[in-house]
C-alpha cells in the first residue's frame, strides 16, 4: 500500500515536472521567435531607409517617379522621411562659401540677370527656388 | 526666384493638393514651355518679387540643391549667408526674414 502511494506521487510529482519543462520550452520558443522577428522587421527597416536615403540622392525627376510607385504612408509614416531627406539633400554648398554664381533669363526673356552682378553694386540677394506645383 | 524643374507634374509624381488647387501641369518639355508655366505661376501667385528660370538643364538647382524648393540668402561679397534646410520641411520664411534682418539691420 505505501509503496502504491509513494509511486503515485512520484508519478505526479515526475508529470506536473514535465508539464512545467514544456511551459518553460514553449515560454522559450516564443521568446526566440518574437526575437527573431524583431530583429527581422528591424533589419528591413534599416535596408529600406538605405535604399531611400540613395533614391533621395538621385536627380530629382528620377527620386519622383520612384516616389509616385510608393504609397505615401510607408515613405512618409513607417520611415523617418524627414530626417533621410534633410540629409540626402543637404548639398554641397555651406554657409560661408562663395555663392556659385549664374546668368539666368527673366521671365520675360528680354534680358538675363548675373547674380554676381549684384556682388559687384554691393547688395545682399534673396534666392528663393521653387515652381509651380 | 529661381524657377526650377516642377516639384509635382502630373505626368511624375502628383499630389493631391495640386488636384485640390487645380495646379494640374505636366512636365514642360523644353526652355519655352518652363517659361510659360513660370509665368502662369508669377501671375496667378501674384509674386511681385524679379522672377529667373533656371536653364534646361537645371545647373542652378544643382548648384544649390534647390529642388524642390530652398531658400538662401548671399551677402553683399557674395558668400551664403543662410542656408535654409531642403524643402518642403526646410522652406522657413520667418528664418530667411531673420537672416536678412541680420544682414540689412
Redesign the interface.
Known amino acids: 500500500m505505501y509503496c502504491c502511494i509513494r509511486v503515485s506521487v512520484l508519478v505526479r510529482g515526475f508529470g506536473r515536472s514535465l508539464e512545467a519543462n514544456t511551459l518553460s520550452t514553449k515560454s522559450t520558443s516564443v521568446k526566440r521567435i518574437l526575437v527573431r522577428a524583431f530583429v527581422a522587421i528591424a533589419l528591413v527597416w534599416v535596408l529600406a531607409c538605405g535604399a531611400l536615403y540613395e533614391i533621395m540622392r538621385q536627380p530629382?525627376?528620377k527620386f519622383?517617379?520612384f516616389?509616385?510607385r510608393i504609397p505615401g504612408p510607408v515613405a512618409f509614416l513607417v520611415l523617418p522621411f524627414?530626417t533621410l531627406?534633410?540629409h540626402a539633400?543637404?548639398?554641397?554648398?555651406?554657409?560661408?562659401?562663395?555663392?556659385?554664381?549664374?546668368s539666368?533669363?527673366?521671365?520675360d526673356?528680354r534680358a538675363?540677370?548675373q547674380?554676381?552682378s549684384?556682388?559687384a553694386q554691393?547688395?545682399?540677394?534673396?534666392?528663393?527656388?521653387?515652381?509651380?506645383? | 526666384?529661381?524657377?526650377?524643374?516642377?516639384?509635382?507634374?502630373s505626368d511624375?509624381?502628383?499630389?493631391e493638393s495640386?488636384i485640390k488647387d487645380k495646379?494640374v501641369?505636366a512636365?514642360p518639355k523644353d526652355e519655352e514651355e518652363r517659361?510659360l508655366?513660370?509665368?502662369?505661376?508669377?501671375r496667378k501667385?501674384g509674386i511681385q518679387?524679379?522672377?529667373?528660370?533656371?536653364?534646361f538643364g537645371?545647373?542652378?538647382?544643382q548648384?544649390?540643391?534647390?529642388?524642390?524648393?530652398?531658400?538662401?540668402?548671399?551677402?553683399?561679397?557674395?558668400?551664403?549667408?543662410?542656408?535654409a534646410?531642403?524643402?518642403p520641411?526646410?522652406f522657413k520664411a520667418d528664418e530667411?526674414r531673420a537672416a536678412?534682418a541680420k544682414?540689412?539691420p
Open positions: 530629382p525627376e519622383a517617379r516616389m509616385a524627414e531627406w534633410t539633400r543637404a548639398g554641397a554648398l555651406h554657409v560661408g562659401d562663395s555663392a556659385p554664381d549664374f539666368l533669363m527673366k521671365l526673356k538675363s540677370v547674380l554676381s549684384f556682388t554691393r547688395r545682399p540677394v534673396a534666392l528663393i527656388f521653387g515652381s509651380y506645383t | 526666384m529661381v524657377y526650377i524643374t516642377e516639384a509635382h507634374p511624375v509624381w502628383q499630389m495640386n495646379v501641369l512636365s517659361a508655366v513660370a509665368g502662369a505661376c508669377v501667385l518679387i524679379p522672377a529667373v528660370i533656371d536653364e537645371n545647373s542652378t538647382e548648384a544649390y540643391t534647390g529642388w524642390p524648393d530652398r531658400l538662401y540668402l548671399i551677402d553683399a561679397k557674395g558668400d551664403v549667408t543662410y542656408k534646410k531642403p524643402g520641411f526646410g530667411l536678412l544682414l540689412v
